[in-house]
Every structure is written in C-alpha cells, then in structure tokens.
Nanobody
Framework: QVQLVESGGGLVQAGGSLRLSCAAS????????MGWYRQAPGKERELVAD???????NYLDSVKGRFTISRDNAKNTVFLQMNSLKPGDTAVYSC??????????????WGQGTQVTVSS
C-alpha cells in the first residue's frame, strides 16, 4: 500500500505565500517524477510543476518565477513553495508520483488534494 499525504494548503491574501508538502509512504522500490497538479472549479486539471529524481524541474508558464518545486529524496517528499499568490491560483492542489512498486511494476499515485484559496 502506497500513500501520498499532502499538507500546507489554506487561505491567504493575494501576494502572500504558502508551502505545500507531500510525503509518500508505504512499501516501494523508488520514485521517479513527483509533481503538483491543480484543478479549479469548472476547469481542467493542469500540471503546475514537476521534478525528476535528479532534480530537473518543469513549470506551468503562469507560475514561473513565483512557484518553486523541490524534493527530499531521502524522505520521499516533494514541496511546492508558492509566492506572490494570485486569486487565479485558487484551486485544489494534488501531488502525484510515479512509483516503482517492485521490479517491473510501476504505478502513478495521487494524494487526496489540498485546497488553496487566494483572496483579493
């Protein structure tokens, strides 16, 4: 059983900051890419940022320069530092991980989601 547990969401004023964390637990061999997605009401889910085990990052254009993704491989944890938040960043944020369960067996797992609300 693999679990991704997120924390750090909440309500913040525009221009403020939040830091999301997502920790993977359970039995598995390793994790390659970890990422954060978000979904606002009435909109499609979109990739916000992801990071490989080697540290290569990828960002949604609208968050570049404001958000920073990082990870602690030893703790199987991924972080999303969000600065200069805007009302348009309001969404449910979910973490995602590509996990090697055992030799030759991979899965893509999701956290339960955490609400981020940015007030104007």
């Amino acid at each position: 059983q693999v679990q991704l547990v997120e924390s750090g969401g909440g309500l913040v004023q525009a221009g403020g900051s939040l830091r999301l964390s997502c920790a993977a637990s359970g039995t598995f061999l390793g994790i390659t890419t970890m990422g954060w997605y978000r979904q606002a009401p009435g909109k499609e889910r979109e990739l916000v940022a992801d990071i490989t085990s080697g540290g290569t990052t990828n960002y949604l254009d609208s968050v570049k320069g404001r958000f920073t993704i990082s990870r602690d491989n030893a703790k199987n944890t991924v972080f999303l530092q969000m600065n200069s938040l805007k009302p348009g960043d309001t969404a449910v944020y979910s973490c995602n991980a590509r996990i090697q369960r055992r030799m030759g067996v991979w899965s893509t797992d999701w956290g339960q989601g955490t609400q981020v609300t940015v007030s104007s």
